[in-house]
Every structure is written in structure tokens, then in C-alpha cells.
């Protein structure tokens, strides 16, 4: 929680916008190992130390539900909601594409999508948004001069 958020500090961010859905990875039995691996703190308490941290230096922390967001193309402005056909469709795992046959990383798409639930105008007059993300370790994160 710390690392997000110095981060953003880093960065300028004001705003950190968190995607949450009810019940999600706070208790999860699939083997001790398994556990010790993939669950170390419970989503809640990540969220809490988060905004605790992040407000405390002046962060704006925003939870957002987050359904249709991973069905719903982000790159053809599909309003983001339960409709009966999608305007775009994951094709593999990791790959969505849009109308138009453009590909962007699913969790890309969700979490864009999850900005724009939260500040319908977010991305108002910006003209291209990078359509993979590139991966960062903790230490990239704290360390990095670049952008992302």
C-alpha cells in the first residue's frame, strides 16, 4: 500500500480510483501453500491501508463497483452496462478487441473502463491511451524516473 502510494506521489497522481467487487479474495481455501502465495492480505484491508495512507498525503482515493467492466469496450465507448450484445469481445485470455478489430490488454479495458464508472470525463480530451501495460516490481515502482 505504501509502495501505490508513493507512486503516485511520484507521479502527481491526485486521484488513485480502485476497482471493488463485494466478497472478493477475502478468505480463499485453496491450500495452505496456495494461500501463503496468492492471498497474504485480504483485498478489504488493502483498499483500507490504501486510502488511509494515500488521504493522509492528500490523495483522492476513489472504490468503484466494477461490474460490465470487463465485458464492455472501453475503445468504442460502450456505455457500461448489461446489454444483450457487447460491441467488443475477449478473444484469449489477457486480449480483448474492440469493434473495430483493435486489441488491448482485458485488465486494461476493465480497469479503463473502471476510471471512466468512477470520472465519466477522465478521458475527455486525450487523444491515445497505451493499449498493453508494462509490468513493474515494487522497487521499479519506488525507483522508476520513467513513465509507465
Not at 48 to 58: F, L, V
Not at 101 to 115: E, Q, V
Amino acid at each position: 500500500s505504501g509502495s501505490i502510494v508513493e507512486y503516485a506521489l511520484s507521479r502527481k497522481i491526485d486521484t488513485i480510483v480502485i476497482g471493488h467487487n463485494d466478497g472478493w479474495k477475502q478468505s480463499v481455501d485453496i491450500g495452505k501453500k496456495n494461500n501463503q502465495n496468492f492471498v497474504q492480505i485480504p483485498f478489504n484491508m488493502l483498499i483500507q491501508q490504501i486510502k488511509y495512507k494515500a488521504e493522509e498525503k492528500g490523495i483522492n482515493v476513489m472504490i468503484q463497483e466494477e461490474s460490465y467492466t470487463s465485458i464492455c469496450s472501453f475503445l468504442d465507448n460502450e456505455s457500461i452496462e448489461q446489454h444483450d450484445t457487447y460491441m467488443g469481445k475477449r478473444i484469449e485470455r489477457g486480449v480483448f478487441q474492440s469493434a473495430n478489430g483493435t486489441l488491448i490488454h482485458a485488465d486494461l479495458n476493465a480497469s479503463y473502463n473502471t476510471i471512466r464508472k468512477a470520472v465519466p470525463e477522465a478521458f475527455d480530451g486525450i487523444e491515445g491511451i497505451g493499449l498493453y501495460p508494462r509490468s513493474l516490481s515494487i522497487k521499479e515502482m519506488i525507483t522508476s524516473k520513467g513513465g509507465c
